[in-house]
């Protein structure tokens, strides 16, 4: 089960940090990664890290502005959002692999998803 916590509402340039907890499951060996859903609009993929979190990927929307991490003694990841355009606003979802460890950007791959935290940027 996943927890997804951060969202909010933010001026244009601003920064928010996601955070992604985990209960249960073997988080630490497995691809994570966060999707986005924009009002009117399909969900589509934002970014992915492995499950060692030596490897990261990104859409190019957001590379370069967002980060990806993990911590996996806290079974925790995080999308660090920098310069934030009314363009990223979306609810925002995290979403973690139970067979896989490498970089993971289909969303039907993901096994577990978390509940969604909205994201608004006002400009």
């Known amino acids: 089960q996943l927890q997804a916590s951060g969202g909010g509402l933010v001026q244009a340039g601003g920064s928010l940090r996601l955070s992604c907890t985990a209960s249960g499951g073997a988080f630490s060996s497995y691809a994570v990664g966060w999707f986005r859903q924009a009002p009117g609009k399909e969900r589509e993929f934002v970014s992915t890290?492995?499950?060692?979190?030596?490897?990261?990927y990104y859409a190019s929307s957001v590379r370069g502005r967002f980060s990806i991490s993990r911590d996996n003694d806290k079974n925790t990841m995080y999308l660090q959002m920098n310069s934030l355009k009314p363009e990223d606003t979306a609810v925002y979802y995290c979403a973690s692999s139970s067979k896989l460890s490498g970089l993971v950007i289909t969303d039907s791959r993901y096994d577990s998803w978390g509940q969604g935290t909205k994201v608004t940027v006002s400009s």
């Open positions: 890290i492995s499950g060692r979190g030596s490897n990261t």
